[in-house]
Nanobody, 117 residues
Framework: QVQLVESGGGLVQPGGSLRLSCAAS????????MGWHRQVPGKERELVAT???????TYTDSAKDRFTISRDNDKNTVNLEMNNLKPEDTAVYYC???????????WGQGTLVTVSA
């Protein structure tokens, strides 16, 4: 069974940093576009960043210049380095694995990031 397991969430003060990690198992990792999404209770899940198998990255405006997504195809992991965190970054962050142009998609269970003084 495919598993995406996130880690690294927690409580951080505004202006602080966190590094989220996602470990994937039982998938051919190189086939997947990997991404991070986030969701605030009562709101829709939103995309944060994606990284292709060739490490081409995309970011939403809210993540650009503060977050960095990376992947290690040998270790089947994808990371999200988050700097200068703001209270509005508070959300549950989800790891996503997607084969583009197919319906093959997997989600992790989410990890909570809370940015508060």
């Amino acid at each position: 069974q495919v598993q995406l397991v996130e880690s690294g969430g927690g409580l951080v003060q505004p202006g602080g940093s966190l590094r989220l990690s996602c470990a994937a198992s039982k998938i051919i990792f190189n086939n997947y576009l990997m991404g991070w999404h986030r969701q605030v209770p009562g709101k829709e899940r939103e995309l944060v960043a994606t990284i292709s198998r060739n490490s081409i990255t995309t970011y939403t405006d809210s993540a650009k210049d503060r977050f960095t997504i990376s992947r290690d195809n040998d270790k089947n992991t994808v990371n999200l380095e988050m700097n200068n965190l703001k209270p509005e970054d508070t959300a549950v962050y989800y790891c996503n694995a997607l084969i583009p142009h197919t319906i093959t998609e997997y989600w992790g269970q989410g990890t909570l990031v809370t940015v508060s003084a």
